[in-house]
């Protein structure tokens, strides 16, 4: 199973974008895609990659508190696909983002969710700049 992060570019401080991670390949179908615990991380040279935000397979969000009211995850099983609108960015917010994935049975509490050893499948990344 993949997964292909799209959606960045060069956008102004102030201004949206959507992220879009969508999986494929393998015998990934819609209800084992619904299975899985999805979420955003973003990395800058020289740092850590760190989360951003996530959506549990019940569709319980999480995000880091740096984008609160800003951002919003959200995902559609049907097209195995999970977005991150973006709104209001700032230059801070410039960085590679990731997409990572993990199947899950159990209800996972938000703090393990929070944690980038938990996933075990990841996008490529894709980058956006925040120009001031």
């Known amino acids: 199973v993949q997964l292909q992060a799209s959606g960045g570019g060069l956008v102004q401080a102030g201004g949206s974008l959507r992220l879009s991670c969508a999986a494929s390949?393998?015998?990934?179908?819609?209800?084992?895609?619904?299975?899985?615990?999805l979420s955003w991380f973003r990395e800058t040279p020289g740092k850590e990659r760190l989360f951003v935000a996530t959506?549990?397979?019940?569709?319980?969000?999480t995000y880091t508190d740096s984008v609160k009211g800003r951002f919003t995850i959200s995902r559609d099983d049907a097209k195995k696909t999970v977005y991150l609108q973006m709104n209001n960015l700032k230059p801070e917010d410039t960085a590679i983002y990731y997409c990572?994935?993990?199947?899950?049975?159990?209800?996972?509490?938000?703090?393990?969710?929070?944690?980038?050893?938990?996933?075990?499948?990841w996008g490529q990344g894709t980058e956006f700049t925040v120009s001031s």
């Open positions: 390949g393998g015998t990934l179908n819609t209800y084992a895609f619904s299975r899985n615990a």
């Open positions: 959506i549990s397979r019940g569709g319980d969000t």
């Open positions: 990572a994935a993990r199947s899950t049975i159990l209800t996972i509490p938000s703090e393990t969710l929070r944690q980038r050893a938990f996933y075990d499948n």
